[in-house]
């Protein structure tokens, strides 16, 4: 339960509230949180009414929108680098998958280890530990690389502001082999932490490459039953999903269809599950089976 209360006031302080504002939201969250936890509300749905308070108090619907615009601006400041880098390569689908999967850094909602700022420069300068061996044990890209060789239809899904930049990487250098396969790209339909919008993918120009969709959600990660009729029937028609970020992760490791997911673990739960460590770069190929 403490996380919850980190979360809400880290939220607060991004927004430059008073203290005393800060005071007012931890104890509406304390006096809101019981009744949800007894009845069972995952992680995404607890977030949800988190920042539903934090953003209630900073009189805003998006405590997170500057931050998600220079995030965005930053990443669109290293693409000419790091497209260089992928156009310099034997081989361009394993630089611009290990770049979407570094792009992962950029994440204020999880208990994130990695210092961001820092990672980033060293992925622009090639120096970032993510991209050692040592930092791959789950990387099952001849797995991906066949996946893409044999679909007609991707679904792409979004994970934060400033990350999108890395996802356009990769769906380009798709593209570069598929010229004309589906992908279709999926957003979050509402503010939530710094998880990408409409707004984030133009920004970003992943609509030069992708069809952007809306979820239709507003949680973090990717709960099925939260989202619209059009993201549903694309989830079950794609050939391929992949799903980026460890939240999408927690919220479909359970669903059975074959998938892709393209994160950094963060978290010990989540990497123990899968046989990994904290900080490892993550390209997990599942099967349509479900996961414990």
């Known amino acids: 339960m403490p996380c919850f209360f980190k979360q809400a006031v880290a939220a607060a302080r991004l927004a430059n ?4 504002i800060q005071e007012k939201i931890v104890i509406e969250l304390a006096q809101n ?13 607890m977030a949800r009414m988190v920042y539903d308070i934090v953003n209630k108090h900073a009189k805003t619907e ?16 290293l693409y000419p680098k ?11 689908l394993l630089p ?11 994440d204020y909602g999880a208990k994130n280890p990695l210092d961001i700022d820092n990672e980033i420069n060293e992925i622009l300068n090639g120096t970032s530990s993510l991209f050692q061996a040592s930092n791959k044990a789950i990387f099952d890209f001849p797995l991906f ?4 060789q044999n679909s007609r239809c991707i679904l792409y899904l979004a994970d934060n502001a ?3 930049v890395f996802d356009r990487l990769l769906i380009e250098t798709i593209r570069q082999y598929r010229p004309t396969i589906e992908i279709y790209y999926a957003v979050k339909e509402k503010p939530i932490i710094n998880d990408a919008l409409m707004q984030d993918a133009i920004q970003c120009s992943i609509d030069k490459v992708a069809t952007v ?11 099925l039953s939260y989202c619209n009729q059009n993201f549903l029937r694309l989830f079950n028609k794609a050939d391929l999903v992949i799903s980026k970020g460890q939240g999408n992760f927690e919220g479909l490791h359970q669903t059975e269809r074959d998938m892709c997911f393209l994160f950094i673990a963060k978290c010990q739960v989540i990497a123990q599950m899968i046989n990994g460590a904290i900080g490892n770069m993550i390209l997990f190929y599942k099967k349509n089976s479900k996961l414990p």
Do not use: C, F, H, M
């Open 162 to 164: 400033g990350e999108v």
């Open 82 to 92: 790091l497209k260089q880098r992928i156009e310099e390569s034997e081989n361009k």
């Open 62 to 77: 998006d405590v997170y929108k500057q931050t998600k615009k220079q995030n965005n601006a930053l990443a669109l400041s």
């Open 213 to 223: 969709i809306s979820s239709g959600s507003a949680l973090s990660g990717t709960i």
């Open 33 to 45: 949180i019981e009744a949800p936890l007894v009845s069972g509300w995952s992680p995404p749905e």
């Open 17 to 20: 509230l008073a203290e005393d």
């Open 96 to 106: 611009a998958t290990e770049l979407a999967i570094a792009g992962n850094i950029i």
């Open 145 to 148: 690389q066949n996946q893409i």
